[in-house]
């Protein structure tokens, strides 16, 4: 995954949330699901292994996302 998909991931999702109602945990898992992208849950966070990076999500006490960050490891 390149800088730019992490780019277009963080903002396609926030602008999805924003516009259609959805449980925010659940929708994001099974978007990283379609993608082909494992993923690793917390408490309050989910993140995944993306290529040479990391996409790491984070979730309020109702779900709901808090954030969502991408982190080009290489």
């Not at 494992?38 to 040479?52: F, I, L, M, R, W």
């Not at 790491?56 to 991408?70: C, H, I, P, V, Y």
Request: charged fraction near 20%; charge should be positive.
């Amino acid at each position: 995954m390149s800088k730019n998909d992490f780019a277009r991931t963080t903002s396609t999702f926030s602008q999805v949330i924003s516009v259609y109602e959805m449980r925010h945990r659940p929708a994001f898992l099974h978007y990283l699901t379609q993608k082909g992208y494992s993923a690793t849950e917390t408490a309050d966070t989910v993140s995944a292994a993306v290529d040479s990076g990391t996409l790491t999500a984070t979730f309020n006490d109702l779900g709901r996302m808090t954030s969502l960050k991408g982190n080009n490891n290489s």
